[in-house]
């Protein structure tokens, strides 16, 4: 994840999201896997703009809804 996220991190552009100022694929893609990391307890404070895109984007209803605690079937 560490590799992975090094190499996205150089490619965020100004944002607030992965691409710019409009959701893209990226975020919808990069949102989980930083649910992923913090899960597995992965140092994600060395990637503020992966940071910085994923709380941006959880601002957002869609995203906040599609949380995994916030499914009907979560426990």
Do not use: S, W
Request: with cysteine.
């Amino acid at each position: 994840m560490i590799e992975g996220f090094t190499a996205l991190e150089a490619m965020i552009q100004p944002g607030p999201y992965a691409c710019g100022a409009h959701v893209t694929l990226a975020d919808i893609c990069l949102v989980p896997q930083v649910y992923n990391a913090r899960r597995l307890k992965v140092p994600i404070d060395k990637f503020p703009k992966i940071v910085g895109v994923e709380t941006a984007c959880l601002k957002l209803p869609a995203f906040d809804k599609a949380r995994p605690e916030n499914q009907p079937d979560a426990e």
